[in-house]
C-alpha cells in the first residue's frame, strides 16, 4: 500500500457516487490518499463540490465552469464565481476545469474561448491557479495561456505529443496524468511524460471516469492512482512511493493548501 497519494483532479460529486460517496471517501482517505482535488463542470457544481469539500479536511474544491458546460455561463457568471471564491478561499484553491474541448460535434468555439478567457482573468485577478481541460484544441489553448499567462496552471488528463508537452512547460505550467498511462495506446502519453521535470508533475484520477488498467472502464476512485504512479515510475525509472510524495508535495504547493 503506498501513503501521500494527491488525487489532484477527482469528481465525487458525480451520480456515479450517489450511493456510496462518504464511505468511498473515508475508506481511500483510510488506504494512502491523503489530499483530494475536486475539478469542477459549472457553477452548481462548484457549489456542490464546495459542500462536499466541506466534511473532509483532507479536501478541497475548484470553482469554474467546464467548457462542455459552456451554455450554462450566462450574465453575470463571473461575478457570481468570484464571490463564492472570495468567500470561501479556505476551500476553493483553483478555478477549473476550465478550457477548450471541440471532441464533440455541435460546440460554440466562440463561446468556449469567450468563458476560457474571462476564467482566465479572474484567476489571474485573485492569484488563484487554474486547471486546465483541453480536448482537440491544442493551438487555441497554446495561444490563449500565451495570451493570459497564468501564473500557475495545470493542464490536466495530459495525453498530447512531447512537443506539445514541451510548449506547456516553457510556459511555466505544470502536467498532471490520468490512468491513461496504462492505456495500451498510451505511447504518445509516456513519451510526453518524460518531458515534464519532476517539480511540474502531477497524478490525479479525473475519476469515476478514466479508470487505469486493470480497472478500465469501471467507476475509478483515488486509490487506483496508484496503478498510474506504477506506470510512471516504471517509464522514469524510480521508486513508485518516492514518485507519489513527490507528486503529492508538488500539488502542496500549486494549490496552495
Ligand atoms: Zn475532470
Given at each position: 500500500m503506498y501513503s501521500d497519494i494527491f488525487d489532484t483532479h477527482s469528481h465525487y460529486t458525480d451520480h456515479a457516487f450517489d450511493e456510496d460517496r462518504m464511505d468511498v471517501i473515508k475508506n481511500i482517505h483510510e488506504n494512502g490518499v491523503k489530499y483530494i482535488m475536486l475539478a469542477v463542470s459549472s457553477y452548481e457544481d462548484s457549489v456542490q463540490s464546495l459542500e462536499l469539500s466541506r466534511n473532509f479536511d483532507f479536501m478541497y474544491c475548484a470553482a469554474g465552469i467546464h467548457p462542455e458546460c459552456a451554455d450554462t455561463a450566462e450574465g453575470d457568471y463571473i461575478q457570481k464565481l468570484e464571490k463564492l471564491i472570495t468567500e470561501n478561499r479556505d476551500k476553493i484553491k483553483a478555478v477549473g476545469e476550465i478550457g477548450l474541448d471541440y471532441h464533440y460535434?455541435?460546440?460554440?468555439?466562440?463561446?468556449?474561448?469567450?468563458?476560457?478567457?474571462r476564467q482566465l482573468e479572474l484567476a489571474n485577478k485573485l492569484d488563484l491557479p487554474v486547471i486546465i481541460h483541453a480536448r482537440e484544441a491544442t493551438k487555441d489553448n497554446l495561444d490563449l495561456l500565451k495570451k493570459y499567462r497564468p501564473a500557475k496552471g495545470v493542464v490536466h488528463c495530459f495525453s498530447g505529443s512531447a512537443e506539445t508537452a514541451r510548449e506547456i512547460i516553457n510556459l511555466g505550467l505544470h502536467i498532471s496524468f490520468t490512468g491513461v498511462l496504462t492505456f495500451k495506446n498510451a505511447k504518445k502519453a509516456l513519451e510526453a511524460l518524460k518531458e515534464v521535470p519532476a517539480d511540474r508533475l502531477m497524478l490525479e484520477t479525473d475519476c469515476p471516469y478514466m479508470a487505469p488498467v486493470p480497472f478500465r472502464g469501471k467507476r475509478c476512485d483515488s486509490s487506483m492512482i496508484a496503478y498510474t504512479a506504477e506506470k510512471a515510475a516504471e517509464v522514469l525509472g524510480c521508486d513508485t512511493q518516492e514518485l507519489i510524495s513527490r507528486t503529492c508535495e508538488n500539488g502542496i504547493k500549486f494549490f496552495g493548501i
Open positions: 460535434e455541435g460546440f460554440d468555439r466562440e463561446k468556449q474561448i469567450e468563458i476560457y478567457s
